[in-house]
């Protein structure tokens, strides 16, 4: 306070009655600053650069994630005083919970993944789902479909209608990313483009074994929920699209050069993760 009034007031005047010494107070002007804070403000401009790169979406939680990819070693709570103090925010999550009408599911479907959103391997467990978003022209209708393991939309598609085509073109472009015909679980909700039989025709012949979710169950089918509430909370709610094109280019562009990406990213942070347990739990054993 004194330092930001020293031209207002006298300098000694203040330090007398805050109960400073002057010559303590000369000797914080003229202090070097100290290599933590140094260290502070270089972090700080890494994290202006990387939340201007998310266009303002990046929290502490995933903004400390991504920095510890660049190799920084500053924990969640520095990254979070470091934003705090410059004001850099994420978008928190809004909850809406809202009751779905869904149809019977066909007798020869199960739920087979139980809420167990767990993949052993690549290509083995993946989910779909439809959401829809708001454009000047009327609604565009957006299908995708995530692989359990990576946590990567392997396949998506776009149309202005909510049909059954809509649907299979997303997962044929999952279908088409695969390297064989092993066997594939495709779970979804009950929707009527999901129960009808040609969609139910379609996994069979490309050797995919449906899995549904009970009725009214939102949780079941969670995490292509959350991809959807992360897309409208990171890109949708924030944007006005005048027609559809323009809002197929920018949802394209969330997933190819923000999700999708940041995801191959958590994949590679955890098989590393995994390498350097390994080894250590082998040097432990030697």
């Not at 007798?107 to 167990?116: A, F, I, K, P």
């Not at 149309?159 to 594939?184: E, G, I, N």
Request: aromatic share 8%; with cysteine; charged share 30%.
């Amino acid at each position: 306070m004194i330092d930001r009034c020293r031209d207002a007031f006298p300098v000694r005047m203040m330090c007398q009655r805050l109960g400073v010494s002057p010559s303590g107070y000369c000797e914080w002007r003229n202090r070097e600053p100290s290599t933590r804070a140094l260290d502070n403000e270089r972090l700080l401009l890494r994290i202006r650069v990387l939340h201007a790169a998310s266009d303002g979406v990046l929290g502490r939680r995933r903004m400390h994630e991504d920095l510890r990819d660049e190799g920084e070693t500053a924990g969640i709570n520095r990254v979070g005083r470091r934003m705090k103090q410059d004001s850099l925010y994420g978008i928190p999550q809004q909850r809406r919970w809202r009751k779905k009408s869904s149809q019977p599911r066909p007798s020869t479907v199960q739920n087979h993944l139980e809420r167990d959103f767990r993949a052993s391997a690549p290509n083995t467990k993946w989910a779909t789902d439809i959401t829809y978003v708001r454009t000047a022209e009327d609604w565009l209708y957006l299908c995708v479909v995530i692989d359990l393991y990576s946590r990567l939309v392997v396949g998506w598609s776009m149309s202005a209608v909510q049909d059954r085509q809509l649907v299979l073109q997303a997962v044929l472009m999952a279908l088409w990313q695969r390297q064989d015909r092993s066997p594939l679980v495709l779970h979804s909700d009950r929707g009527c483009q999901f129960t009808s039989d040609e969609y139910q025709r379609f996994l069979r012949g490309h050797n995919v074994t449906c899995s549904m979710s009970g009725v009214g169950s939102c949780a079941d089918n969670a995490l292509v929920e959350g991809f959807f509430g992360m897309l409208k909370r990171e890109r949708v709610n924030r944007r006005y699209y005048r027609t559809r094109a323009e809002a197929r280019a920018d949802i394209f562009d969330y997933i190819e050069t923000s999700y999708n990406p940041r995801m191959r990213s958590r994949l590679e942070r955890e098989r590393n993760n995994e390498i350097r347990l390994y080894g250590t739990v082998r040097e432990i054993g030697t």
